[in-house]
């Protein structure tokens, strides 16, 4: 098969002096021999279109396996750097995710128990109040002098019990960003609503990220990814 410079040339010859000319006129066929003419001018076309397509792709073949020893070359120790990547990112999303859900349970039960106390000395102020009217009444019966009994203080936020954890993890030469994010999954493409185009992962992806709101026959997953800063 000759390619290169060469079957550009030839490929160019015969488009020139047996095809073009032809092709581009207004073909009108009128007759047998004008059908079988046209015939022959069609397996000439299309001859020269598969010899222009094979001569490109031999000429190109050398680039692509020049690309694929580069690929190659490189493939195995950004396999090994993906892999390590990929451990450290899952290390340090899973010990964020427990830190930050310990915390947070730890601030929840803190609040739930100041909320606790409030509402009981609310509830006893209330009583304290109704002695004190009543006893202001009976006073006033009486003639004694009224002494209303002390509302007992509403207790107010305590001291966090540990700092929250933050989404920013800064080392010495970088800083880590965790991102909490979702991961879509379409389970029935029938049932997801026509603004979302019937299964465009896309456009459910905006629509949630817009309004944050279920989709049917969509799966919407919590998943978080780090995003670091500071190297170059």
């Not at 073009?20 to 020269?48: H, M, Q, R, V, Y």
């Amino acid at each position: 098969m000759i390619s290169g410079e060469r079957a550009i040339q030839t490929i160019t010859r015969d488009l020139n002096t047996r095809f073009f000319p032809w092709a581009i006129k207004s073909l009108t066929i009128s007759n047998d021999e004008e059908l079988k003419n046209s015939s022959d001018l069609l397996g000439i076309g299309k001859k020269i279109e598969k010899d222009l397509e094979a001569a490109r792709k031999a000429d190109k073949q050398p680039w692509l396996d020049g690309g694929k020893a580069v690929d190659d070359e490189y493939r195995p120790v950004q396999n090994k750097v993906q892999l390590a990547v990929g451990k450290i990112d899952f290390a340090i999303l899973l010990f964020h995710g427990k830190k930050k859900a310990a915390a947070d349970a730890l601030l929840k039960q803190q609040a739930g128990e100041l909320a606790a106390r409030q509402k009981a000395a609310e509830l006893l102020q209330i009583e304290q109040m109704k002695q004190n009217v009543a006893q202001a009444e009976e006073c006033q019966q009486t003639g004694e002098v009224f002494e209303p009994v002390a509302l007992t203080p509403i207790p107010q936020a305590e001291a966090l019990a540990v700092k929250p954890v933050g989404q920013t993890i800064r080392g010495n030469m970088s800083s880590t960003s965790i991102i909490d994010g979702f991961n879509y999954e379409i389970i029935d493409d029938n049932a997801i609503p026509r603004d979302c185009c019937s299964g465009d992962l896309k456009k459910c992806k905006a629509k949630h990220t817009y309004d944050g709101k279920p989709i049917p026959g969509v799966l919407i997953t919590p998943k978080a990814h780090t995003s670091t800063r500071g190297l170059r």
